[in-house]
């Protein structure tokens, strides 16, 4: 079946520092991708997406890219901010058959951003 | 545009009683899901509708667990009786269809501690 795997947290960095967070899967087909957000208290909220291979997606300076060959989608962002902790999980929406449409989500990674 | 609305947010109850949730997705989304989220794991799909129709039940267990979606739009998801290992964040989620690039939105979840 279908599967995703983050790597290993928490992460931890100061302000302005470059972040990576490793996303890699196994699917059949074409899923598309996913990165969601959960803030302290909140709710899970779509960060980015991208639907096709080599495509990618980006949202307040988050980015990832689409990459079928490796099957990866690493997420990055060139310089944090405290604002950014929270929990990210990378997610895909399955192309295949059953999995058709249902999203399989990875553990997710405690990020934690230092003044 | 309103939210995923759910109630209540936190509940705690002891083993073998029951207790029901309750999701209203966002208007005019056909596609309503129920995820079970453990301490330190990502969401795990436990049920799909499509309108008030199962689409997708395969991962819910259905000798203590129930959901239903009357009308097509409100959603109640209960466990009867509850177990220890029940204790997690129950998630509700919408979506206009279940087409694998359709963003599916989350509310706010339901802490369920089970003594």
């Known amino acids: 079946g279908d599967s995703v795997t983050q790597m290993e947290g928490p992460v931890t960095l100061s302000e302005e520092a470059f972040l990576t967070i490793n996303c890699t899967y196994t699917a059949t087909g074409y899923p598309s991708l996913f990165w969601y957000v959960q803030y302290p208290g909140e709710g899970l909220q779509l960060l980015l997406k991208?639907?096709?291979?080599?495509d990618k997606g980006s949202n307040k300076g988050f980015e990832a890219t689409y990459r079928k060959e490796t099957t990866s989608f690493h997420l990055e962002k060139g310089s944090v901010q405290v604002s950014d902790s929270a929990v990210y999980f990378c997610?895909?929406?399955?192309?295949?058959?059953?999995?058709?449409?249902?999203?399989?989500f990875g553990q997710g990674t405690i990020l934690t951003v230092h003044p | 545009e309103a939210g995923v609305a759910q109630s209540p947010r936190y509940k705690i109850i002891e083993k073998r009683q029951s207790v029901a949730f309750w999701c209203n997705p966002i208007s005019g989304h056909a596609t309503l899901y129920w995820y079970q989220q453990i301490l330190g794991q990502g969401p795990k799909l436990l049920i799909q509708f499509q309108n008030n129709g199962v689409v997708d039940d395969s991962q819910l267990p259905k000798d203590r667990f129930s959901a239903e979606r009357l009308k097509g739009v409100d959603s109640t998801l209960k466990i009867q009786p509850a177990k220890l290992e029940d204790s997690a964040v129950y998630l509700c989620?919408?979506?206009?269809?279940?087409?694998?690039?359709?963003?599916?939105?989350f509310g706010p979840g339901t802490r369920l501690t089970v003594l």
């Open positions: 991208a639907t096709k291979a080599d």
């Open positions: 997610a895909l929406s399955g192309a295949g058959g059953t999995s058709y449409g249902k999203l399989t």
């Open positions: 989620a919408s979506s206009f269809g279940f087409a694998t690039y359709n963003e599916q939105f």
